[in-house]
């Protein structure tokens, strides 16, 4: 870690919100790609959401505000905080578990989408999996050891990296839609997988509430 990051992860995480070097982007790129050929499509009524890590809530509200009912859980209470805030200002309604991922219960069956972006804690995969309706989605995006390098946000440990094909093979018997390593540049790898089971289908139509809100990511 940084020698001026507190050596606790949620101290860490909220000193990051509070002084604004993290939370202010837009819905990362593979979001969009992923709602528009996976997500809307086979939930074009929306469903319920599990945001994982999803600090100030940028992918939460984007689904919130196509007819998702998205639970998003974090450490950081500053970075809810900021969750809080945006979707107030987007007019969207989140649901808050928040708490540390390692300890939290996500219940069963619970959740049409999981969706994890840039964070790792492969102890807990077998949760998420275990949260997700039978036909539900996962939706991954994380840092591989290619990112390394860059060490951002005083991450420089190979527990926040995902090895080779790891993200691939992380929800065996889960039907992979997508999946996406880069071999070079940031060191990102992408994963869309589908819980086996259910009877959700492909329908081709937007449904009418979905706003023309545009995003540069
Ligand atoms: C790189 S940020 C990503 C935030 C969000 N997913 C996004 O893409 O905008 C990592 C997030 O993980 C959260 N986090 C770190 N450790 C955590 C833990 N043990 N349990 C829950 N959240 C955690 C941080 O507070 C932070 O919001």
């Given at each position: 870690m940084k020698a001026c990051m507190p050596e606790n992860e949620r101290d860490a995480w909220n000193q990051r919100y509070r002084d604004g070097s993290h939370g202010g982007s837009d819905p990362d790129r593979f979001l969009l790609k992923s709602y528009e050929e996976f997500i809307e499509p086979l939930f074009p009524a929306g469903g319920a959401a599990?945001?994982?890590?999803?600090?100030?809530?940028?992918h939460a509200v984007y689904l919130?505000?196509?007819?998702?009912?998205v639970t998003l859980t974090d450490i950081s209470e500053v970075g809810i905080e900021r969750a809080r805030q945006r979707a107030k200002a987007y007019g969207?309604?989140?649901?808050?578990?928040?708490?540390?991922?390692?300890s939290l219960d996500f219940g069963r069956e619970r959740f049409d989408l999981v969706m994890v972006f840039f964070y790792l804690e492969r102890d807990i995969l077998p949760r998420l999996a275990a949260a997700l309706r039978p036909g539900g989605l996962i939706i991954y995006k994380t840092y591989t050891r290619e990112h390394e390098k860059?060490?951002?946000?005083?991450?420089?440990?190979?527990?926040?990296?995902?090895?080779?094909n790891e993200l691939l093979q992380a929800f065996p018997g889960f039907r992979v839609l997508h999946y996406r390593e880069s071999a070079s540049g940031r060191g990102i790898a992408e994963l869309v997988a589908r819980k086996p089971g259910g009877a959700a289908k492909f329908c081709g139509s937007l449904p009418a509430s979905v706003p023309s809100r545009k995003f540069d990511a």
């Open positions: 599990l945001d994982v890590a999803g600090g100030a809530g940028r919130a505000e196509r007819a998702w009912q969207a309604t989140l649901d808050f578990l928040p708490g540390d991922a390692r860059f060490a951002i946000h005083g991450l420089s440990h190979p527990t926040y990296f995902l090895g080779d």
